[in-house]
């Protein structure tokens, strides 16, 4: 391919993987979408070959679904299934959150006050997209605190399965004031080096999150039925 002799085979995989993955997570590719091998090569300017790589990877990661005769598409997580996949994330991020209270720097303490003072702003804006942005960055620079590298793995493959839910229950109403609240108390509770009051404080948080899934997806059933979509 015309100006990409020079990259060699490993690093075309690995971009093809990270930008068809990154498409997933942001939700530009949607659950059961199909994932044509030829489209996706035209679209990130590498060959089949890498990206058939990528889709056998997110394959193993529980991303992508790749049926005989029938190629691959966005894996559609089931309700149950995610309310599975945020309980386990739950288990892995009370247990990062302690690492993260006990490690703490007071730049690291700066730099989540001003993600939470941005979400303020998103939240006073009417700007759920936008809050769920910096929702994100909150919990990642947590989990870069912690230090913990296989919880941050195994968060980051959990979080990509449950994408299709990452948006919705940001749209709950008064979900933005709720959330912001649970999330200062995590942040207070990591500034106060306290372990106990930080992991209670994910647990809640994530607990609300459930909570919030489950009444985002009745919400769906509803317009369902009365044909509101």
């Given amino acids: ?55 056998v990877r997110l394959e193993q990661e ?27 994330r739950a288990a892995l ?3 990062t959150v302690r690492y993260a ?31 769920s942005e910096m929702n994100h960055e909150l919990h990642r620079i947590l989990l870069r605190i912690a230090g913990h590298a296989t919880a941050a793995r195994l968060i980051d493959v959990l979080q990509v399965q449950n994408v299709r839910y990452r948006y919705r229950t940001v749209l709950i109403p008064g979900r933005l004031a709720q959330s912001l609240e649970e999330h ?8 106060q080096g306290d372990p106990d009051a930080a992991e209670a404080a994910m647990r809640h948080h994530l607990q609300q999150v459930i909570e919030a899934m489950r009444q985002a997806a009745q919400m769906d059933r509803s317009r369902r039925v009365w044909n509101l979509d």
């Fill in 1 to 55: 391919m015309e100006g990409k002799a020079s990259v060699r085979p490993q690093r075309t995989e690995d971009y093809c993987y990270e930008a068809l993955r990154r498409a997933i997570l942001e939700g530009r590719l949607l659950p059961n979408q199909r994932l044509v091998e030829v489209e996706l090569a035209r679209a990130f300017g590498v060959g089949r070959a890498a990206v058939r790589t990528a889709l």
């Fill in 101 to 131: 209270a006990r490690r703490a720097t007071p730049e690291d303490l700066r730099q989540l006050r001003e993600v939470l003072r941005r979400m303020e702003v998103c939240r006073d804006r009417g700007d759920p997209l936008g809050y």
């Fill in 62 to 88: 529980g991303i992508v679904q790749r049926e005989p005769n029938r190629g691959a598409r966005v894996r559609l997580v089931t309700e149950q299934e995610a309310v599975e996949i945020l309980e386990a």
């Fill in 93 to 95: 991020e009370c247990l």
């Fill in 184 to 191: 200062r108390a995590i942040v207070e509770a990591v500034a």
